[in-house]
């Protein structure tokens, strides 16, 4: 069985706008700063508040690897983990769709596909962004 | 003469390394400070300050070692913390809290069967689990991902980061305590498995049973005992912690930059005066980092400077000349800065640095810590 985010924890709102096809962060408040995953105080100006609030899913690639040796049950080697910043500033991990991990540069602008793996679980992958270049 | 508030080490000590299954972490950090304080003179009676790494609760240590000190604490067993319980020894020694302080640290990972990576892994920011469902896991994929990016913005190769891992196998040949001494060739490098791209097996560190500790003492009190001290000549640190789940913009630079200023500083010295380095080398691309970030050589040059020979015993700065973590024992800092000391004192047989008046110690992580040991107080 391949390991699963925990989409009824803290961060329930952004697994539900996964599965709706958007996503969505927490911003805070005061200053403004998305942030993820969930934390109660903002780590830029320690505000309290804060709102779950949509976003582009569009960024860019910072870096990759490509990982040989497994390490969990159910997803298959080789496979390409990138790092994407999206435009709002905020990091994630993730899986490049549609594009050879020879082709991977840093830099390469990408957008959020939307990837259903079980009834209640979506991931946000990215494929190359067509409207570029 | 010992200048006032100088401290240094008077007593080293290790087990053997490699698998050892009949030992915990306790008793494996009991070995080596018997070691330790055989190699002082001292008895464990004139401990007066402990602070264990990796072993789990001091409580239950100091029971097993019948000791009693002032000042005890517990630290979590990750590399960084080598250099920080060091640097805090020393601000304790300075501070008169403790005057004969044992650093004791004990890791039967190998034993234990520790695993770097997958569902229990740990590292970095309250642990990876957020990034599991997409297979991103384990301190050897987040150096992998910052050798991408060195390779990307400067050109750095697999063959500088071969070169790496060659010399530090290279130096282990001659390290009878190591645990890998058969040396390879750049084609074994790049014959061996990926682990994760573009790291190879041979880019990682080992995964070993072992222990060490350390015995320092102020200057003073350092020169009636039985070993010629080597004397903690300067620290520093800084850290990179907010936020630190994703790998450094700018490859730790400006935290080493910190510290290795900072270090040089308390030390009087400066680069020009350094014969050894101890480079924490969890993953070959840290070494390179690490040359960058604590100035040896310029941002961006650091693959041409480890391929063209320069960490070689005979070179200019020879690196991890007991093998490192890389080839010796995964010893999480503390045998660099023992095989610091040892090389002060003038005691490591083929593998000595002639003349080696000052060793540094670094690691290049998000708590970078800078450490230079000098034969001299002052």
Redesign the interface.
Known sequence: M?????VDGP?QPFWRALRRGEVRLQRCGNCGLSRF?VARFC?QCRSETSEWHPVAPIGII????????P??DG?SV??T?I?VRLDCGV?L???PVGVETGSL??GMPVEGVFED?TPD?T?L?FKPRTDYR | MARPGSVAVVGVGHTRYGKLPEYDAYELGLWALKEALADSGLRFEDIDGLIVNRIPDYQRFCEIAGLNPSYVSTTPGQGRFSGICIETAAALIRDRLATIVALVYGNNGRSGGDRY???G?TYGSGGG??????????PG?FH???A??HM??YGTTADQLGAVAKTFRDHAALNPSAVMRTPFTLTDYHAS???????HLLDYCLINDGGVALILTSGERARDLAQRPVHVRGCGMATAL??S???PDDFWREPMRKAAAMSFRAARASHDDISALMIYDNFTPTVLLSLEGFGYCGEGESGPFAAEGHLALGARYPANTSGGHLSESYMQGWALNLEAVLQIRGSCGARQVKDCAFAHYMAAAPVVTSIIYGRDPS
């Open positions: 391949r390991p699963l985010p925990n961060d995953p780590p910072e870096t990759w690897c490509i990982f040989h040796q390490y969990f997803l080789p496979y983990v790092q990091r991990f993730s899986n540069h840093i793996i679980v991931l992958k | 990576g997958g569902a892994d689990g957020q990034w599991f469902a997409y297979g991103m896991t384990s994929a992998a991902l910052m991408r990016r990307d913005l498995r990926y682990i994760c791209e573009p790291l907010a936020p789940t994703f790998p």
